[in-house]
């Protein structure tokens, strides 16, 4: 016999505090950003690594 109850709604399933009308939802800040010298710097010498290391082996 089976007597396990399963939850019917979220409420029962996660808890009162599950629902999103509870919390405002704020997104997130936009992670994309402009590439600054440094990071040209540093592209640029990973690409002469992966040369580098493509020539000598």
Known sequence: MN?????????EAFGPYNRSSQCEIVPMEDPVRDFTAVDW???????????????TS
């Open 3 to 11: 007597t396990r109850r399963y939850p019917r709604t979220t409420d």
């Open 41 to 55: 710097v540093i592209y640029i010498l990973f690409v002469v690594a992966l040369i580098v290391v493509g020539v």
